[in-house]
């Protein structure tokens, strides 16, 4: 039976672009893209896919503890119940930590509002990124140690003001340097006024990075088109606006050496040695200076990195995971797998299993980018799938 | 020579009032408040007011670093060029802990814009509570590490955001828990939203707590006259207002078993168990329900305790350092000290010789208190006393 499901590209602009994303070998029908079919054709590789389980919500992001259970941040565009949600070992979508973190009450100091941006480290500590924006209240970071149960786990709260963030802030993602004890938050913001914090979890120390910097800036001339029609945004005074989000995946390798990121709406990957962010004594100049293109990246809001160094990428316009891996030493962008079910892929996280997981999470269905209603269509399903081999695709150099 | 200097006094509210503050001796003279000139009747146990020093503005608050030096925060009203100034080994007052940090500029994450409550624990470390009311900033809370010298001294930077703190906030005092990884801050706000706030240094949670309970509001049956005038301040819109700051004053025994507080106008020292302030499970009602009523106070927004648990009050109306001791079971309110060169005495603070040091900040003469006009005479002066004797003044019980 063919699968009623989403149709998207990314409209090209130009040549450079389209070999960048690989696109001159994607193909496009847009007379499927009018009645959902599924063209088959766009499947690559996608026997490997496996879906796992199916999120209760709209995902935002997706953490995995070190035994195993996911737990997911709800998408503040769906305007969940809960902020975020385990699956326990009963295979039931609870509250995380607990329910009264998950309800909205005055005096609260640990209630979740919006959180996206979620990731466990290696001791159980699943930190939590609330950028803070359905209720106007200020972002903060939550760690919530995982051992301690569903009460008394608070490990880490802070919370963020001017000038780390402005108000127009959106915190989107985080990663956790696996040496220092410093984590890195990607903020999209308006666009022009996105940038990097860093956090100083010793000192509650945050800084406000790279604002003003082309590496963590949308590209004006990327446009997304997802189920046949062209992404857009309706701000709350009613005008139709193309979204246009600046830096938000990041990924940061094993050795916690180079901060991988680059903008939702932007053609290129950038890295960052984070011994220059941990810095304080480097201006915001002096940091830009430190920053090194490294490959072409499709749109998208989620990336990973292997042990090898492959970095990952769901590709939203591409209904793809898409990677670049240093065996090729040209860094070209190309399809892991393809299948019309990773719709607005997200997530993007490694598992004790050595696998990649993440979900499609309809984003483009929701209020916000389609004229005010909700055509998501649940299950939001949660996939696995093996990253490269370890003799990669790729000719080693 | 007869000194031109303040005259004070508490109006008295009746009988209660007197006899708690001890205000039926305190000698009134208007026709001497007029002309700002000081009854010899004051003076009681003046010679042994030893003037160590000369603050370089108006201060308000003290610290004392292990090694015996003086840091000031410089008290908003009088508009200062440094929020915070050291005396160093030359006898020069400098920007502490330097330059940066006391010039306010965009992005620079920890200027400091109004400090007042200061203290320095016994490792060097200096916490500095900025209320961030001048400049409209974020409240917050910074220890720098003296030990480190003017830079690479953060030690710790926790940012207060709603619901630890209001609009209305104006966090004024600290103390540091000696046993636990606890501050405890006085927000005297506008009176009926006072408040304590929690802060949990390990987690960086910040509570607050005790707001709407009676030991935190002010009396609003209390009035402070001071130069023969009563004390009032404008507000932006021009009108002329009693101030009647809520809880200000805080001290904590040497064992941390026991939080001393009071609002600034208030008849009454409160006191509750700092276990009870560290207990999250516990709601606003039931810690409220552990507050108990220690003794009589004076209108003062700067109080102490030595080893022995005597409790030492800056009592503005009085230009006196008042005390009550557990020597007296009755716990009645005496001078320690009175002497007119007390004018505003606040910064209570024991140094490593055992005496208690505090200063005199004419505060009733900053353009807020003084209808716009600032007439404060400097110098503000820095004093040391002798506490009480280990025996008493008072029997034994």
């Known amino acids: 039976m063919q699968r009623k499901s989403a149709i998207s590209r990314v409209r090209p602009r130009g040549f450079v672009a389209a070999c960048l994303f690989g696109l001159a070998l994607l193909p496009v029908d847009p007379a499927a893209a009018i009645d959902f079919e599924f063209p088959t054709l766009f499947k690559r590789n996608a026997d490997g896919l496996d879906p796992v389980e199916q999120a209760p919500c709209g995902p935002g992001g997706l953490a995995i503890t070190p035994s195993g259970d ?3 941040s709800c998408h503040q565009f769906f305007n ?29 100091q640990l209630a979740l509002d919006s959180v996206l941006g979620i990731v466990c480290d290696e001791d159980g500590v699943v930190w939590m990124l609330d950028n ?4 106007q209240t200020a972002p903060k970071l939550v760690g919530w140690d995982t051992t301690k149960g ?112 680059g903008p939702m709406y932007g053609r290129y990957l950038y890295r960052i040695q984070t011994e220059f962010l ?16 490294f490959s072409g990246k499709p749109i998208c809001d989620s990336i990973a990195i292997d042990p090898r160094g492959n970095v990952y990428f769901g590709d939203i316009g591409g209904n793809a995971i898409g990677y670049v891996t240093p065996d090729d030493k040209y860094l070209q962008y190309h399809y892991l797998i393809q299948d019309g079910r990773l719709i607005w892929p997200g997530g993007l996280t490694f598992g004790n299993d050595g696998k990649l997981h993440f979900f499609s999470n309809q984003l483009h269905r929701t209020p916000i980018y389609n004229g005010g209603k909700d055509v998501s269509a649940p299950p939001f399903e949660i ?15």
Not at 132 to 135: D, Y
Not at 171 to 189: G, H, K, M, T
């Open 70 to 72: 996911y737990i997911i």
């Open 132 to 135: 803070g924006r359905r209720s």
């Open 383 to 397: 996939f696995r799938i093996k990253p490269l081999p370890k003799k990669g695709l790729w000719p080693t150099r």
């Open 80 to 108: 969940p119940t809960y902020s975020v949600v385990r699956l326990n070992r009963d295979g039931i979508w609870e509250a995380f930590p607990n329910i009264s973190m998950n309800t909205p009450a005055p005096g609260n």
């Open 150 to 261: 569903k009460t008394g786990g608070t490990h880490k709260i802070i919370n963020f003001v001017a000038p780390a963030v402005l108000k127009t802030s959106f915190l989107r993602n985080l990663v956790l340097d696996p040496e220092e004890p410093f984590i890195y938050i990607s903020d999209p913001a308006l666009g022009q006024d996105a940038a990097v914090i860093v956090v100083d979890l010793n000192t509650g120390l945050t800084r406000r990075i790279l604002q003003g910097h082309y590496s963590v800036q949308p590209d004006e001339n990327i446009a997304l088109e997802l189920d046949g029609k062209p992404v857009e945004a309706k701000t709350q005074d009613g005008r139709t606006v193309q979204p246009l989000a600046g830096v938000s995946p990041l990924a940061i390798d094993r050795e916690g050496k180079w901060l991988y990121f």
């Open 278 to 293: 941990r810095d304080p004594t480097l201006d915001n100049t002096q940091i830009g200076s430190k920053v090194q293109a």
